[in-house]
């Protein structure tokens, strides 16, 4: 197998959670430009089928599913479908997020939500599917060939502490949840990457620096100074690291995380 070989997806089925919001999009388009039948899952199934009729329309294979992560039954039906049509995750990609808390001050019940869904649910979802994939038999051909792979989309607020000066005068504020269950997040990428490594399942991090068109200037200015690039990620920043963690390419990487940030973190 070439090098550039290594990054086909061909026959792959990735399953991609939040697959129609700001990371969502990109990631689907990659994994299905990449040559995989990208499943999107999300609770919003009309933004999900309106993005993958886009999707279609050039040729890329994407089907949608619904989805509450929150609920285990949901979960379990989900699985349950894919089993019935012989789908086989080769790919998840832990992408969706809920946006629980506002601010610090926040009821304790908005905390609770949150880490229902940002944790408990992100477990469920990868130990659902990550033992399923132990179970693969497909792709073992060649030692390079592992059984699947299993991406957590994390955060650098996973890596850093919060920086209140970037938010000063503009009337909104950073909220904890988001710091905590980002952070849990990647302690759970190491332990399933450490539980499921001798199954041929490896599970990584990315953990992608600030992305929302809709900031206000004057932050997208403060964020900016703060990233050795000076500017915030787009559209397309994701898209490479998602088709390398996903493919041959990184077979001999688990564990990881990768900061894709601008140098944010770096600085």
């Not at 689907?28 to 499943?39: I, Q, Y």
């Not at 710091?179 to 199954?199: D, E, I, M």
Request: hydrophobic fraction near 40%; glycine fraction near 10%; proline fraction near 4%.
């Amino acid at each position: 197998m070439g090098v550039l070989e290594s990054f086909s997806l061909r026959g792959r089925h990735a399953l991609v959670t939040g697959g129609a919001g700001l990371f969502g999009r990109q990631i689907v388009r990659a994994l299905a430009e990449a040559g995989a039948t990208v499943h999107m899952a999300s609770r919003n199934v009309d933004a999900l089928d309106e993005y993958a009729n886009e999707l279609l329309n050039e040729q890329l294979e994407v089907q949608t599913h619904p989805l509450n992560q929150s609920k285990p039954e949901s979960v379990a039906s989900l699985y349950e479908e894919l089993q019935r049509a012989s789908v086989h995750v080769d790919i998840l990609v832990n992408n969706a997020v809920a946006r629980s808390m506002k601010a610090w001050s926040d009821p304790l019940e908005n905390f609770e939500s949150s880490m229902q869904i940002n944790l408990t649910g992100v477990f469920n979802m990868t130990r659902t599917f990550g033992d399923a994939m132990t179970q693969n038999t497909a792709n073992t051909s060649s030692p390079n060939v592992g059984k699947g792979s299993i991406i957590n989309i994390g955060s650098i607020q996973a890596l850093v502490g919060p920086d209140f000066t970037l938010y000063e005068g503009l009337g909104w504020e950073i909220p904890p949840d988001y710091f905590v269950h980002k952070g849990g997040l990647l302690q759970l990428t190491r332990f399933a990457a450490a539980k499921l490594g001798p199954s041929g399942v490896r599970v990584n991090m990315i953990s992608p620096g600030g992305f929302n068109p809709a900031l206000s200037r004057t932050f997208v200015d403060r964020y900016n100074d703060r990233t050795f690039l000076c500017r915030m990620a787009n559209e397309t920043d994701l898209m490479g690291a998602v088709v390398y963690l996903a493919s041959n390419a990184s077979a001999y990487v688990t564990g990881a995380n990768l900061a894709i940030d601008g140098g944010y973190t770096a600085k």
